[in-house]
């Protein structure tokens, strides 16, 4: 007899952090952990650093391909741990690098929450 | 005769700040310009207004409707005019009142850069 059950598959899903803003006013809570998002990518140089990472060759990109944006590695660094910290990007040692990927689920998420807003 | 003539509907136009985040790496003016955006965005009690503001009966809503956020008066203003100031809110004096009202477009292009990201 055999162990091996059918598992359901798990689709990768859009969790939505919050309704779109026109929806209702968000709670205390909901707000604090939105900001979190929008703020990561309230600063040029992330910005910067998250559109490089977004528009390299498979949504990916190691830390040696996105260091042209005029400021020291240290604070590239910096950089990308807020955008990881805030779910806006994932990383994974290869050898010698560490490879950051765009988190698309968060993004379109996110973007969800703008477009909604605007279509009221 | 008449002077009627059929003018051509001018469609609300989207106008975006800068191309999605995945198209290719933002440069510095277009980074400066679109983080003003999302830093605006980035506090928990601009975004607790905001949203107040955006779900609000019409989209719009004066200052007198949006104050149980659990801040001063004078805290609200503030955040009012850093929202204004980032373009996403515009207001209008309405006899006692200010009222204040989301930018669709501002918010479609912005949700736009986004969800563009997440799709590639």
Redesign the interface.
């Known amino acids: 007899m055999s162990n091996a059950k059918a598992l359901p598959l798990l689709e990768p899903t859009v969790e939505p952090c919050c309704p779109p803003?026109?929806?209702?006013?968000?709670t205390?809570e909901e707000?604090?952990r939105?900001?979190?998002m929008?703020?990561?990518?309230?600063?040029?140089?992330?910005?910067?650093l998250?559109?490089?990472i977004?528009?390299h060759e498979g949504?990916e990109a190691c830390v040696c391909d996105i260091s042209d944006?005029?400021v020291s590695q240290p604070t590239v660094s910096h950089h990308l741990k807020k955008l990881k910290e805030a779910g806006l990007l994932s990383s994974e040692r290869r050898g010698t690098w560490v490879y950051y990927r765009?988190e698309?689920?968060v993004?379109?998420a996110?973007?969800?929450?703008?477009?909604r807003?605007?279509?009221?």
Chains 1, 2 share one sequence.
């Open positions: 803003l026109a929806e209702r006013p968000l205390a707000a604090e939105t900001a979190v929008f703020k990561a990518l309230g600063d040029p140089v992330r910005l910067r998250f559109s490089s977004a528009s949504g944006v005029g765009v698309p689920a993004l379109a996110m973007g969800q929450l703008l477009t807003a605007a279509a009221v």
